[in-house]
């Protein structure tokens, strides 16, 4: 297949590589032109993957008409504040029977569009899918073994990402659920945040345990309310990502919350990390739809409480800890009632 990946990130830059060495023919596409001369004479991404010798065949481009030139098959792996402006570029660019794929864990900020939506809107095209999963991007490109979902209403994109991507280190899964996906790659950045913090401040396992679980009952709470199948939550894109995500010191966003917990300012961490860390943005965007939905998410409460409104971590544990009985196991009632109340 002819395939391009737009973002030159960590995971832009591993989708490439796999691709590329699965023998399809890849461009990448770079936003700076600086970064684009010193991954064409290094042949590595020394920004954000140092050491990982990228394939030969891999090649790198600034000129987005060219990437997408007779393209079948495209992932979008930029941060979510980009996805519209650069989807709008692509437009007039992408050929009429093309397959678009996300990989932005994020929501736009304010319209609350998730990026497949972005896409379907700025570029018309109708075959979208969805790659999520535990898929951090260090632990891909050393051949960890791995796994991902990729999810579409359209059984040969599936295909296609299974074809352009698998390999004897990375497993592809399939799903049709692309709302249910999207949303907890999305949401579980969120929580990730929060384990960054809860790491900090050592509370024990019994919390952390704690943490995750109604984590993972609040993402399939307000996805579930949205319209998503609360049983996407029980796979790779639900609770597989959130695992990874608030467990490893890889994440971006586990390590925005070690960060903040230590007492670092939310602007000197962006300037530190120098990569897109979506889940603090998330944090905002969630707080305010599960408000106007009357979802009940406390983890996302006391999380907007201690960064947005300055409120010592004490006061916001103590919260959580009287928010009121709730149940346990909430899947087998959101599948009967339809909702996540």
């Known amino acids: 297949m002819r395939v391009s990946v737009l973002g030159g990130g ?34 590595q991404n020394r920004k954000y993957l140092p050491g990982l010798e990228l394939h030969p065949q891999l090649q790198f481009s600034c000129d987005l008409a060219h990437c997408l030139e007779q393209v079948e098959l495209v992932f979008f ?56 999963g535990p898929n951090l991007a260090r632990e891909i490109a050393q ?35 692309v709302y249910g996906v999207e949303l907890g790659g999305a949401l579980k950045n969120i929580y990730a945040v929060a384990s960054g913090i809860a790491a900090t401040l050592a509370p024990g396992e019994n919390a952390r345990s704690m943490l995750l679980t109604r984590a993972l009952a609040e993402m399939s709470r307000l996805a579930c309310r949205m319209g998503a199948n609360p049983l996407t939550f029980l796979g790779l894109a639900g609770v597989g990502d959130l695992i990874a995500t608030c467990s490893s010191p890889l994440s971006r966003n586990y390590q925005v919350g070690q960060a903040l917990a230590s007492g ?36 996302v409460q006391g999380l907007y409480a201690f960064i947005f409104e ?29 909702e996540g109340t």
Request: charge should be negative; aromatic fraction near 4%; glycine fraction near 6%.
């Open 264 to 299: 670092q300012s939310l602007e000197a961490i962006v300037e530190e990390l120098e990569q897109t860390a979506e889940g603090v943005n998330t944090i905002e965007q969630v707080k305010f739809k599960a408000d106007e939905l009357k979802v009940h998410m406390p983890i």
């Open 10 to 43: 960590s995971f832009g830059t591993v989708i490439a590589h796999s691709a590329a060495a699965r023998g399809h023919q890849v461009r990448l596409w770079l936003r700076d032109p600086q970064q684009l001369q010193d991954m064409q004479e290094s042949r």
């Open 310 to 338: 300055h409120r010592p971590m004490p006061e916001v544990i103590a919260r959580l800890m009287h928010a009121g009985a709730s149940e346990d196991v909430e899947f087998s009632l959101m599948w009967r009632q339809g």
């Open 143 to 177: 051949g960890v073994l791995s796994g991902t979902v990729i999810a579409s209403q359209d059984e040969a994109l599936r295909q296609a990402v299974h074809e352009a991507l698998v390999s004897p280190r990375l497993r592809v899964f399939a799903n049709s659920d």
């Open 77 to 132: 792996s930029l941060p979510s504040k980009a996805v519209r402006q650069v989807a709008g570029a692509c437009r007039a660019l992408l050929p009429s029977q093309v397959m678009l794929v996300s990989t932005t864990k994020g929501i736009e900020k304010d319209s609350f569009r998730l990026m497949s939506e972005i896409l379907r809107e700025e570029t018309g095209v109708a075959r979208i899918g969805v790659l999520s």
